[in-house]
T-cell receptor, first 116, second 114 residues
């Protein structure tokens, strides 16, 4: 079974702090994704990566950055945390898309982040 | 742009069938997916259907696809309290440069009444 592991289930940080959320997958997937999930808004894509050292902006990249130094690890960075970044953060991974479409994404259990 | 629409809430009695509906916009979508999210957890892939199929059955789950109307449904037979969760529909959409992504609906919260 695919395993996507997020480093923390719950995290509490203060406004202005630099926050790192870590995600590791064990299936040699090329693609990795970071989403945030808020009530009534569903999943919104923050950033994704198709390969090591590659990153692409999603729908809501402002206030975030990412790092992918190794294929299995994808980090989300909040450069200066703000209260409106309090949310559930979900990491996902998948094989690279083929000519016919996207492979299913496999998700971690999420990190519930609170910014005080 | 691409959009996936779902009703936000569904309530059923234990033992009844649940039907969760989804409409999508990208007629070229090849795979369509259903995910389940239990409280406090990530999304779990439930099932998927290829666009050349009309129906797929997997134990208590039946997926129906109407390509003409771009309508997808998930039927859960003999719904149990453990089926209470949020269900997300997702379509595979072209994101440029030969790559595809998944576009998710906002999710349908299924509540099962004992």
């Amino acid at each position: 079974d695919v395993k996507v592991t997020q480093s923390s289930r719950y995290l509490v940080k203060r406004t202005g702090e630099k926050v790192f959320l870590e995600c590791v997958q064990d299936m040699d997937h090329e693609n990795m994704f970071w989403y945030r999930q808020d009530p009534g808004l569903g999943l919104r894509l923050i950033y994704f990566s198709y390969d090591v050292k590659m990153k692409e902006k999603g729908d809501i990249p402002e206030g975030y950055s990412v790092s992918r130094e190794k294929k299995e690890r994808f980090s989300l960075i909040l450069e200066s945390a703000s209260t409106n970044q309090t949310s559930m953060y979900l990491c996902a991974s998948s094989f690279e898309s083929s000519s016919w479409g996207a492979w299913p994404q496999h998700f971690g259990d999420g990190t519930r982040l609170s910014i005080l | 742009g691409e959009d996936v629409e779902q009703s936000l809430f569904l309530s059923v009695r234990e033992g009844d069938s649940s039907v969760i509906n989804c409409t999508y916009t990208d007629s070229s979508s090849t795979y369509l997916y259903w995910y389940k999210q239990e409280p406090g957890a990530g999304l779990q892939l439930l099932t998927y259907i290829f666009s050349n199929m009309d129906m797929k059955q997997d134990q208590r789950l039946t997926v129906l696809l109407n390509k003409k109307d771009k309508h997808l449904s998930l039927r859960i037979a003999d719904t149990q309290t453990g089926d209470s969760a949020i269900y997300f529909c997702a379509e595979s959409t072209y994101s440029g440069a030969g790559s595809y992504q998944l576009t998710f609906g906002k999710g349908t919260k299924l509540s099962v009444i004992p």
